[in-house]
């Protein structure tokens, strides 16, 4: 089988992205999915996204993991997507597609994909950190000295001493302003630390905003791999209209075999 993919990246967090309009792809083939993610023996990414046909909505976006398994929500897959399809020429500057955690509306305008996420209605407090679910489950904490933190060692212990054997995305964060934050995160599926994670930005603002640390309706988010901004609403307890917004680009084309 011989088949056409793309590569995209938002802030650093990359996928493969194909177009699985005719359903050829063998979405429930893990090892092939996972090989194909290897950055030494595939072409390699955090993760791999089928665009596929919905009779409600403009697309469906189904996600794995790099270990071969279906995931929960992506909100940098998300934005990747979305920019995937203006590509495509199935979208024009706005959307409504389907993902695994329901449906979500999206604009894209040029790079800039502004997606709207699902709203959150609780916030657990842990010693120390911050529990929540973004579309994924994330832990965040506060620390300091977030340059020279080990992350992949304390995210990994965090990931499965705390939160079992489903796990949960480890989100290590430092304030650098009254509305700017930097985040390190250890990914879940991927099991190690991501240039970025767009469902533990999400978190890491409303996590802030809920510890008083944000007095705004949105915060300025730094990753590892770029910049990116969350607004949100609160009222009642409930997070509503939440975007996650920056830049999402496709990186290059290529056919692979299998």
Known sequence: MVATFYK???TGNDFIMIDNRENFFPQMDVKLVAL???RKFGIGADGLILLERDDTYDFRMVYFNSDGKEGSMCGNGGRCIVAFANFLGIIGERTNFIAVDGPHSAT????VVSLKMQEVYKLNKKPNATFLNTGSPHHVQLVNELDTFNVVKEGSKLRYGIYGASGCNI???EQESSDTFNVRTYERGVEDETLSCGT???AVALAMHDLGKVKGNYAHINAEGGKLK???DFKNGVYTE???IGEAKQVFKGEITW
Not at 108 to 111: I, K, L, P, Q, S
């Open 171 to 173: 989100n290590f964060v």
């Open 36 to 38: 194909l993610c290897d």
């Open 108 to 111: 894209v305008n040029n790079d």
């Open 242 to 244: 939440i975007y996650l």
């Open 230 to 232: 969350v607004d949100f």
């Open 8 to 10: 995209y990246q938002g």
């Open 200 to 202: 533990g930005v999400t």
